[in-house]
């Protein structure tokens, strides 16, 4: 019994001996006065405390200091310094820039920096002490649910670590070729002004998707496709679609200017909620399908060498073969009679032009007899881009000339439309199918004043303009002696205005009618901002409409990640393939109308 003691008593001393040399063996910044992080951040956007240099401490969350990472490490303050306020974060950047600091999560740091702010993010940098006080340290995860209440809960996130225990909805993912990222949010979300009418509205509905979105980013610096594909499991037959969900994840709230991110800490488990859809059947006998399709700037060369680059569209030969192969997929798996097509290069109708391409391409592939519409003019309008319609012979037969408007704003604006009369072969019954491209929300007037300036009600910039082009569209067909005879019209395009937008409503007031409503009033052709919502529509005449069986879109492209676009899908990446699938950022309209 006493040896045992005695032998208890020395274990014990030893063990406190050895506490005490591993306490004098600690680095000198371990026992310095710190700074809290909540007191670095503070309650507003930019730090109290910006541009002084001092020590503070936390926990290591995250670690990404290779070149190509983000350049540093993230902690969070230690239960002991957490000042209990919701307004302040308990979470900090470490910029380590060239030096690389060998930390581990879960270690405590003390760390002597300058509180800095680069692109809007509260950080240290110009670091001169990094000290591991401790190690295998726990730490906290806020649990956070999209949507946001207000911006400043983000700001108050910054840098910290959080858990989102909710299903996730991708929303879209332009950014995911060049940064690495995507969006998410709660539900699906719409342009406003594709279900609201702009003004009050529309503004406040914005401003809550804006509060639903979070960035899902790749915890890179700069984009790597090849990293990006890898993480996300991405080829070209496992796409990442906006519709699809993620399970819940963690991650670090970051912020690079006015975006917050989220830099996940877990596996990304995306469920397939929105499946690719297959080709479309071909329409019903005695049915006539039209459709509209902006090809994304299908040019295939300067002049009869076909040399690149060109004005707009791919960059060299090798790029346009895999834009032409997706095109060409797209075009013959729609089954149209007659599309009006968008964004064509506006080369003539010589044998070396887009438009024959295209065509004597489509007749190859489908074995049918396509053509195209050819105007009297050599060209459509002076742009680099027209309109254009292409039809099936078997099917349909133009009748007359092909009509255009070239007065203001088709001429300088909006592109000319292209107007052509059709007879369906099983009918001596005509229909009028006009092609519009009408004037984009970019490139907005620098003048506040110019009634062309974005009003600030949804529409963006150039609404005047595009409500013209309606108004000056609508007359025109009206006013033609041949066109005016002919009550069954189809006016379709990429118009560049949502569904409660000034343009379609004006349409809609002449007699026109968005028959796609009477099927899926979720439909949209386009993702923008994360936010889906149709640019692209089909309207037709009141005598038209009870004929209409079936209108819908074809989710091809507007659901489907960029980097599947032909200039970033190359041959030697797992993501392309010659199909459908994100040959255009617009989807294709179609309706099915019966003779």
């Known amino acids: 019994m006493n040896n045992q003691r005695i032998t208890t008593i020395t274990i014990g001393i030893l063990l406190t001996f050895l506490s005490a040399c591993a306490q004098l063996n600690q680095p000198p910044l371990c026992d310095s006065t710190i700074t809290p992080i909540n007191k670095i951040q503070g309650a507003a956007a930019i730090s109290p405390l910006l541009n002084e240099q001092l ?29 209990q306020d919701p307004t302040t974060s308990e979470g900090l950047f470490i910029h380590t820039a060239d030096t690389p600091h060998t930390v581990n999560v879960g270690d405590l740091v003390y760390v002597t920096g300058t509180v800095a702010e680069t692109n809007q993010m509260t950080q240290l940098t110009a670091l001169t002490q990094v000290a591991v006080c401790q190690q295998k340290q726990s730490f906290a995860y806020t649990e956070v649910q999209l949507p946001f209440t207000q911006q400043s809960d ?15 909805v991708v929303n879209g993912h332009y950014r995911l070729a060049r940064h690495g990222q995507f969006t998410v949010a709660h539900e699906r979300l719409y342009t406003p002004t594709q279900h609201l009418k702009p003004g009050a509205a529309a503004a406040e509905r914005a401003a809550q998707n804006q509060l639903a979105q979070l960035i899902i980013d ?11 594909a890898q993480r996300l499991q991405l080829t070209a037959s496992q796409p990442i679609r906006s519709g699809d969900t993620l399970a819940p994840l963690t991650g670090i709230i970051n912020q690079q200017h006015d975006h917050y991110q989220l830099q996940p800490t877990s596996a990304i488990e995306i469920s397939t909620s929105n499946p690719r859809p297959t080709a479309l059947e071909p329409p019903a006998t005695n049915t006539i399908r039209v459709a509209a399709f902006n090809v ?70 489908t074995g049918k007899p396509w053509d195209f519409i050819k105007p009297t003019s050599s060209k459509l309008g002076s742009d680099q881009i027209t309109n254009g319609i292409i039809y099936r012979s078997d099917k349909v037969t133009p009748q007359g000339e092909a009509v255009t408007v070239n007065e ?32 984009s929300k970019g490139s907005c007037p620098k003048n506040a004043a110019d009634a062309n300036a974005d009003r600030g009600d949804g529409q963006g910039c150039w609404n005047q303009v595009r409500v013209q082009s309606a108004k000056l569209l609508a007359d025109a067909i009206d006013a033609h ?48 901002n994360a936010q889906a919502g149709s640019l692209d529509h ?41 199909t459908p699938y994100r040959s255009s950022d617009h989807d294709p309209v179609y309706a099915d109308i019966q003779f």
């Open 296 to 365: 994304l700037n299908y040019f295939n060369g300067e002049g009869a060498e076909k040399t690149f680059p060109t004005k707009r569209g791919a960059r060299n030969k090798q790029e346009f073969t895999r834009q032409h192969e997706k095109i060409i997929a797209a075009l013959s798996q729609l089954n149209a009679d007659i599309i009006g097509l968008l964004e064509i290069e506006n080369d003539g109708y010589a044998p070396h032009s887009a438009i024959v391409e295209l065509v004597t391409a489509l007749r190859d592939v």
């Open 55 to 83: 020590t503070t401490r936390g926990i290591v969350t995250a670690t990404w200091q290779a070149q190509n990472e983000l350049q540093g490490f993230f902690i969070r303050s230690p239960q002991a310094d957490d000042d």
């Open 218 to 228: 790749d915890n890179l610096s700069v984009a790597n496709p090849t990293t990006i």
């Open 408 to 439: 203001y704003p088709f001429n300088t604006r909006s592109r000319p439309p292209l107007i052509q009369r059709f007879s369906p072969h099983n009918t001596v019954e005509n229909i009028v199918v006009a092609v519009n491209h009408f004037k």
């Open 154 to 168: 983000l700001e108050a996130l910054e840098g910290m670590p959080i858990r989102l225990n909710q299903p996730l």
């Open 481 to 528: 002696p041949d066109l005016r005879r002919y009550p069954l019209r189809v006016l379709l395009g990429d118009f560049n205005a949502y569904a409660q937008e000034d343009p379609i409503q004006v349409l809609l007031e002449r007699g026109y009618y968005n028959r796609i409503d009477a099927f899926d009033t979720q439909a949209y052709t386009y993702v923008f």
């Open 538 to 578: 089909i309207l037709v005449s009141s005598n038209l409409a009870p004929r209409v069986v079936y209108q819908a879109v074809w989710h091809i492209n507007a659901d489907e990640p960029s980097v599947m676009q032909y200039q970033y899908a190359t041959p030697d990446t797992p993501w392309y393939a010659p």
